[in-house]
């Protein structure tokens, strides 16, 4: 920090331990990373003292339960390069279920939704709201559906924040965020 003072929860950030902030920190991030290992460890890495019940639990929240009961042994599924037996989607799904896990009380999404069909968006958008319920949320998203039910939105030009309000306020504004909107609508 160069000037001024971050706060979180109105804490002066350099006052607290840099693990504590990343624990109550979750990412959902557009590229999602999983490793060598099962289903189920990949999703308890969010928490790893999680019990089999929590992980299945965090699963049904991210709408990634049904596609993992299909799987031959379901939570014990191994997965491989970076989960490259898993589609796009339920890889997001995962990232989803171990942001769950973890239940942080900070969630940032980055582009969660940005690389994914429209089916598996409409999994995904019910799974984030449950996940998003009750948290502070960041979320970073060009497709406006994945924000339309936030409490405020930004929309940030190159010279900064450039509209802000509800889905509804912004769409009455006609500006930026109204253009880019129905143009998603009409594509």
Request: aromatic share 4%; proline share 2%.
């Given at each position: 920090i160069q000037d001024g003072v971050i706060t979180y929860d109105?804490?002066?950030?350099?006052?607290?331990?840099?693990?504590d902030l990343r624990r109550s920190l979750g990412f959902v991030l557009q590229d999602t990373h999983l490793f060598t290992g099962t289903i189920e460890d990949n999703i308890r890495y969010g928490r790893l003292n999680a019990s089999e019940a929590d992980v299945v639990?965090?699963?049904?929240?991210?709408?990634?339960?049904?596609?993992i009961r299909r799987l031959p042994d379901g939570y014990k599924t191994k997965l491989s390069g970076d989960g490259s037996n898993l589609s796009q989607g339920q890889r997001q799904l995962l990232a989803i279920a171990r942001a769950a896990v973890?239940?942080?009380p900070v969630l940032v999404l980055d582009e969660?939704?940005?690389?994914i069909d429209a089916k598996t968006e409409r999994l995904l958008q019910e799974g984030l709201q449950a996940l998003?319920?009750?948290?502070?949320?960041?979320?970073i998203a060009h497709r406006l559906s994945t924000i339309k039910n936030?409490?405020?939105?930004?929309y940030i030009s190159n010279k900064g924040i450039a509209e802000m309000g509800t889905h509804e306020e912004l769409l009455r504004q006609e500006g930026n965020y109204y253009h880019l909107y129905t143009a998603q609508l009409e594509s």
């Open positions: 109105g804490i002066d950030i350099t006052k607290i331990k840099k693990a639990e965090a699963a049904k929240i991210a709408n990634a339960h049904s596609f973890a239940s942080p969660a939704t940005s690389s998003l319920k009750g948290r502070t949320s960041f979320i936030c409490d405020r939105i930004l």
